[in-house]
């Protein structure tokens, strides 16, 4: 598939929750991790989303939120994967930080280079990956 969100993520659905309006559906990725998209009711009917289906699972960089200590802190976002920064390729105003999970699956993120040096992101960093599941579009197979 060819689009311009930088994540792709390939997984099985694991769980479909239908809402009156919306549904959650948690996807299985191979590392063991698991993503929740939150999509309307319709576009799981149109689509044909249930457990077993694979499927792509799109978020588009400045979605994703890079947390390095939570401070005893919870957040709402459902999407938090702990990772490590592979690579910080700083830009003019905002620099794309590329983080590695545990089943090998890449994240890319991008911040501002304000939020890199107070962040102090660095390539080996422990980080978590995060945004919510609202910013994230499922693909299945045409």
Known sequence: MQASARNQFSGTVSEVIIGAVNAEVHVGLKG???????????????LGIKAGLEVVALVKAPQVIIITDFGGYKISARNQLPGTVTEVK????????????????????????????????????????TFKAGAVILAVPA
């Open 90 to 129: 700083p830009g003019a105003v905002n620099s794309e930080i590329d983080i590695e999970l545990a089943g090998g699956d890449k994240v890319a993120a991008t911040v501002t280079n304000d939020s890199v040096e107070t962040l102090g992101l660095r390539k080996g960093q422990a980080v978590t990956a």
């Open 32 to 46: 063991g991790e698991t993503l929740v998209a939150s999509v309307t009711k319709e576009s799981v009917e149109k």
